[in-house]
């Protein structure tokens, strides 16, 4: 053993539960032998006897209007002792943890001093009504704060403090104290701090916390608390804390230190008031006991903090929580100033000021700021497409030339390849297709105001969109017998118009991919993992080569897919980080509530997204473009892809459609050969989720100018390009679309459509 390990071994840590000083009033004889025995037993006591200053100070409060000279002062404050001397006068009080001994005045004089220049913000009358409340603090990070600042202003009679966790390191950026403390009861360090500024205050400590089973002890005991500050992190304490504060009648206030959140609730004056101001009623509280996870406490926390009115650094931070922060941030200042809020409202309270519960912000950036606020990084100006009218439509119908004839169309065969035609997937389920039956032909249309992207400019999406579409369009014709004739692109260079579509009478035939196109959706729940037999992967390609120049590639080893979905994720991060990508999926794409789907009948439905409860709060914290500036501005952001390498590592495939080239027209085929594939897929039983990122935003670069996105992220783009490239071995082949798919139960939601009015016009008097 060394000596120094002999000599740490010897040394013993103070008393770690000791909180309460010992006070001796040498006036009495029975103290006056407690002193004298305690200074003959502790030889390293270290005394302090500033009593001489505090009578000086005590004379001037007794009588403010008097004009004191030094030595006057000091001839004031010696006759103030009488015949007493002074080391018998007032309280000496050892604090045991620290062996100090102070000489103090005694508790009423004491008070007066230390409470002097409280006048007139609290009167003396006031201070009496205070130094009767009785309050309880659960919880101390900010509870310290707020219980510190309470014994500061003398606010309380008796403070309960209830808090089962000891000091930590990583407490120190909030919680004032010194590192000679840690490992130490957080109450037990707050209580002695309390008795150091002031020894006559009451504390009580709870040092095993707050449960179902002592909160009326807590509430209760020793006389019922004026007010409960509850700051704890736990749902279900804060749940029953305010069940039972509600049933005896107790006010509760609590501060969330972001953007100063105060939460007052005044079961005092309203006994009927819902806890939480109703935000937890729609749950079942019985459950917030038993919550242990993340995914069981979120459905209480979420209300309870507030999504939408987060700061955007908290929202940022907790789109990181186990990923580059371990937990929710805290600043001092907010602990600061959560202390001095609450103070100052439970004073305000216990004095009759205040009366309102709410919540309220007093949100030091807001109230403090720039007279130009910065600004949050906007994005290009993206002129999107007028929208496609009828008169346009029809300009445009007239001006391509005219190939074949067409049998007059059956009312009936129109409507149902519309019908077929709607069912097809579109980027963020846009629906960007119109139809025009117009002398004899069918026109089809993509509308640019429906469906572009100011990230796709080299048009690859619209292709996959309308390509599916007319691939449905085609089997349902077969099936309808008709043969039709379809005239691409007619008007050479004009996007706008797609095909061109005339008919003849034939004998039907029934292909069995037309049976599913009611059938393909999007299905994003995760797989079950298990490995692809081959033989779905040779249908699956068969129906995709029946398309002229298309083919499809499969990958499905596991590390082949775990590299993949690197790619992907790295590709989708871009994507959600990029201004542009953000406002296109979170504003324009997303639909957050079901009345919202169901108003406009297009977009990204939430329920289809199958997000776990933890995943959608990720979310809808997200959506807030600033927030998601924060983290693109840290390089911050891999959560999302967490989201991506889950969900491939429980498929059992991916798979890319390619063609051999990027003009228009093949591009277009490309996307009937996506939708035959995904219609097989779905005959055999796979789910299919699409996970294009890496190659739709690469074809921007690579095909269009990459407008919107920064030299970083179109490098990083190309380099996602080459791995796909090489993942898939395909050469300078055109990649055109990744799918991931899996065995999977049924999706929860399907997406919707608009009706078919929006989409099929005509002279004909369709729909009828
Ligand atoms: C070109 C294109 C890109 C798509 N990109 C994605 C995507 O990145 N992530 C995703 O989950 N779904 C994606 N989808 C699927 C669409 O969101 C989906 O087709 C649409 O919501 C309609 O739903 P349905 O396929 O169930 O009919 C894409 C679809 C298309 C056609």
Known sequence: MTLLTEALRGASADDRDLYRPVLFRPAARQDRAALEDLLKRETHLTVFDHLHGQLMELVKALDPSMKYSSEELDAAARSHLGTTASEDYG????????????????????????????????????????????????????????????????????????????????????????????????????????????????????????????????LSDGGKLDLLIEECDSVAVKIIARQRAKALRIPVVMDTSDRGLIDVERFDLEPDRPILHGLVDHLDLALAAEAKTNEQKLPFVVPIIGLETMSKRMKASMLEIESTVGTWPQLATSVVLGGALVADIHRRIALGQFTSSGRWFVDSEELLRDAEPLQSKTHDAFDAPKALDLPTMQALAERCALVGASIEWVQDDALALVEAAMQAPSAGNLQPWKFLLHEGRLYVFHDGALGDSALDSGRLIPAVDMGACLENMSLKASELGLSIALQ?????????????????????????????????????????????????????????????????????????????????????????????????????????????AARTRDGLDLPTMELKLTEEVGFRVAADRKAMDLLALWDAGRAFMKMTREAIASSSAIVLISCTSNDPRSLLDAG?????????????????????????????????????????????????????????????????????????????????????????????????
């Open 488 to 596: 691409a692109y007619p008007i050479e260079g004009d996007h706008r118009l797609v095909a061109v579509i005339t008919v003849s009478r034939s004998t039907p035939v029934k292909d069995p991919l037309a049976n599913m196109i009611g059938m393909r959706c999007t299905n994003r729940r995760k797989g079950d993992a298990r490995s692809m037999p081959l033989g779905p992967m040779k249908e699956m390609r068969s129906v995709v080569l029946d398309v002229d120049g298309c083919d499809a590639h499969f990958l499905t080893h596991i590390d082949h897919m775990r590299s993949m979905a690197e790619t992907i994720a790295k590709a989708e991060r871009i994507r959600v980080l990029n201004p542009i990508g953000h406002h296109e999926l979170f504003e324009k794409e997303m639909r957050w509530s079901t009345s919202d």
């Open 91 to 218: 309280a000496w009080v050892h604090y045991p943890w620290s062996n100090r001994l102070v000489h103090l005045l005694d508790e009423a004089e004491f008070a007066m001093v230390r409470t002097d220049r409280n006048r007139n913000k609290i009167t003396s009358e006031e201070q009496s009504v205070l130094a009767s409340k009785k309050v309880g603090v659960i919880g101390l990070s900010v509870g310290q704060s707020v219980a510190l600042t309470m014994a500061q202003e003398r606010s309380f009679g008796e403070l309960r403090l209830a808090d089962f966790d000891t000091l930590e390191l990583s407490n120190l950026n909030r919680i004032r104290s010194g590192v000679h403390q840690l490992g130490l009861s957080k109450v037990v360090n707050t209580a002695r701090e309390i008795a150091e500024i002031d020894p006559y205050l009451k504390v009580v400590c709870f040092t095993e916390g707050i449960s179902e089973a002592n909160i009326d002890r807590f």
């Open 672 to 768: 009937r050969a996506v939708e035959r594939l995904w219609l097989k897929a779905t005959e055999m039983g796979l789910a299919a989720t699409p996970c294009s990122a890496p190659i739709l935003l690469s074809h921007h670069v690579r095909h269009g100018q990459g407008s919107g996105l920064q030299r970083t992220e179109k490098d990083a783009l190309l380099q996602l390009f080459g791995e796909v490239q090489a993942a898939f071995g395909i050469g300078d082949r055109e990649p055109i679309f990744l799918l991931r798919l899996s065995y999977a139960e049924a999706p929860s939601a399907r997406s919707l459509r608009r009706p078919l009015q929006s989409f099929l016009f005509s002279h004909q008097n369709i729909p009828a």
